[in-house]
T-cell receptor
Framework: AQSVTQLGSHVSVSEGALVLLRCNYS??????LFWYVQYPNQGLQLLLK??????LVKGINGFEAEFKKSETSFHLTKPSAHMSDAAEYFC??????????FGQGTELSVKP | KAGVTQTPRYLIKTRGQQVTLSCSPI?????VSWYQQTPGQGLQFLFE???????NKGNFPGRFSGRQFSNSRSEMNVSTLELGDSALYLC????????????FGPGTRLLVL
């Protein structure tokens, strides 16, 4: 069985500060991992994904994530937060059958 | 290339009614998946269609059903609506079935009164 845990349902940072959103996964097969972002009243937008190869993955809007197999983690980071980054972020793992399993989400607030 | 489109965007229904939601995938994408998003349960997988066949089904009652047409467009139907069916229903498409990247539409917000 596969599962995803996001640590912290709410994270608040100041504008210009580092953003760190934590995600740990459980998977019986080599995982394919995703981060999605959801702005209010919108669907999910793909930020980045890890399938195979390089463990440091760069995504849109300056976000990146590092796959660490030994820690079963796939944390999302951004060096400098912007007000427009305020949204809800979801980490997900996909099953061999193609079903996305999501974490509970982390709401990111950015203070001016 | 146009993204995933979903219609309608908002719906208000009463208990006991039924509802049909529509999803048009990205051009060339053959797989369509549906998810339900609620504050309490988060994002949950409903089902996936590929080549007009249901490949996967989540843990939802039989009141939830779907289908896919030859042009890959998909519909989902919920019969005998309950208050707990109020949710954001998200459709996602991918090129093929399996561990492909899924791209989401804007969702249909269903309110059951």
């Amino acid at each position: 069985a596969q599962s995803v845990t996001q640590l912290g349902s709410h994270v608040s940072v100041s504008e210009g500060a580092l953003v760190l959103l934590r995600c740990n996964y459980s998977s019986s097969v080599p995982p394919y991992l995703f981060w999605y972002v959801q702005y209010p009243n919108q669907g999910l937008q793909l930020l980045l994904k890890y399938t195979t190869g390089a463990t440091l993955v760069k995504g849109i809007n300056g976000f990146e994530a590092e796959f660490k197999k030994s820690e079963t983690s796939f944390h999302l980071t951004k060096p400098s937060a912007h007000m427009s980054d305020a949204a809800e972020y979801f980490c997900a793992v996909i099953t061999l059958g193609g079903k996305l399993i999501f974490g509970q989400g982390t709401e990111l607030s950015v203070k001016p | 290339k146009a993204g995933v489109t979903q219609t309608p965007r908002y719906l208000i229904k009463t208990r006991g009614q039924q509802v049909t939601l529509s999803c048009s995938p990205i051009s060339g994408h053959r797989s369509v998946s549906w998810y339900q998003q609620t504050p309490g349960q988060g994002l949950q997988f409903l089902f996936e269609y590929f080549s007009e066949t249901q490949r996967n089904k989540g843990n939802f009652p039989g009141r939830f059903s779907g289908r896919q047409f030859s042009n890959s467009r998909s519909e989902m139907n919920v019969s005998t609506l309950e208050l707990g069916d109020s949710a954001l229903y998200l459709c996602a498409s991918s090129l093929e079935a399996g561990r492909e990247t899924q791209y989401f539409g804007p969702g249909t917000r269903l309110l059951v009164l």
